[in-house]
């Protein structure tokens, strides 16, 4: 059975930093890509930053340069590193793996995490 549990949430001034932990089980990391997502008030949710299976990462442009998406398979767990917090980086964030080698695109997730709260104020 997949279980994500995102952790690591809370509130930050702009300019800060904040790491996320995603615990997983009944995830293999050489075949499940990985990935983090979130969602603001009354806006869509989008893609922040993919790692597929062979290494690869993947980051949405807004991200780029200050977010880092990692993982320790000793501890089964997925984080990712945010600094130069901005107010438009305040959503709520999600874990998700696909049963798929690549998260490239964003696309097909299998299982989610129930997010955690992250707001950044200026």
């Known amino acids: 059975q997949v279980q994500l549990v995102e952790s690591g949430g809370g509130s930050v001034q702009a300019g800060g930093s904040l790491t996320l932990s995603c615990a997983t089980s009944?995830?293999?990391?050489?075949?499940?890509?990985m990935a983090w997502f979130r969602q603001a008030p009354g806006k869509e949710r989008e893609g922040v930053a993919a790692?597929?299976?062979?290494?690869?990462?993947t980051y949405a442009d807004s991200v780029k340069g200050r977010f880092t998406i990692s993982q320790d398979n000793a501890k089964n767990t997925l984080y990712l590193q945010m600094n130069s917090l901005k107010p438009d980086d305040t959503a709520t964030y999600y874990c998700?793996?696909?049963?798929?080698?690549?998260?490239?695109?964003?696309?097909?997730?299998?299982?989610w995490g129930k997010g955690t709260l992250v707001t950044i104020s200026s």
């Open positions: 998700a793996a696909a049963n798929a080698v690549y998260c490239s695109d964003f696309y097909g997730m299998d299982w």
């Open positions: 009944g995830i293999t990391y050489s075949t499940n890509c």
């Open positions: 790692l597929d299976s062979d290494g690869m990462i």
